[in-house]
């Protein structure tokens, strides 16, 4: 699941996970520094440059990127161990790590999430009083770039709504299990 900063990826992967007991969250190792309320493990693993760069050499994550001059990273063991116990597992990661799954797990299912309008996702972006005027003005002018690799997602969710986008993404989850090519070996003959 990717999208704009802001778009509100966090908030709806909250919401989908309580509803969804049989999904978990990949939580991320970042470098940068935890905002007010986030917390270790649960909303990322956080570390620093060096120790993260080192991780990169062991070829410990599935993906990793820098965003905004932070690395991001999937932790590769995480997200095998849990799909082999019969998770499914949601990726929130930008978009230059879904790219990466992307190629190497063509298989897996990309959400690209939307706000409604621009205005509303500058609203979503102000009202979180955790960005400097600069930092703002950067995510906003990224945004309109990240729009341009939608096309590279399977499906689009519109962000109007954290309910209705639940409710859409669950019906993408459903549709993809249902999918004949999940499926084969459940029919005799095959």
């Not at 986030?38 to 070829?59: A, I, L, W």
């Not at 063991?77 to 949601?90: C, T």
């Not at 790590?97 to 298989?107: C, R, S, T």
């Amino acid at each position: 699941m990717s999208g704009p900063s802001g778009a509100g990826k966090g908030t709806i992967c909250s919401a989908y996970l309580k509803r969804n007991p049989g999904a978990i969250l990949s939580v991320s190792v970042t470098t940068r520094k935890p905002r007010p309320g986030e917390k270790e493990g649960v909303n990322y693993y956080y570390t620093d440059k060096k120790s993260f760069e080192k991780m990169v050499d062991e070829n410990r994550f599935l993906e990793y990127a820098q965003v905004y001059g932070n690395y991001y990273g999937t932790p590769r063991d995480f997200v095998e161990k849990k799909i082999a116990s019969g998770y499914d597992v949601i990726l929130e990661i930008d978009i230059q790590g879904a790219l990466q799954v992307k190629e190497k797990f063509p298989e897996g299912v990309f959400v690209f999430i939307i706000p409604p309008s621009m205005d509303e996702l500058k609203r979503r972006i102000v009202k979180r009083g955790t960005e400097s005027a600069e930092a703002i003005y950067t995510r906003f002018q990224s945004a309109y770039q990240e729009l341009n690799y939608m096309a590279q997602y399977n499906y689009v969710v519109v962000n109007d709504t954290v309910d209705e986008a639940v409710r859409k993404l669950e019906a993408i989850v459903l549709a993809e299990k249902c999918r004949v090519a999940r499926n084969k070996g459940l029919y005799l003959g095959q």
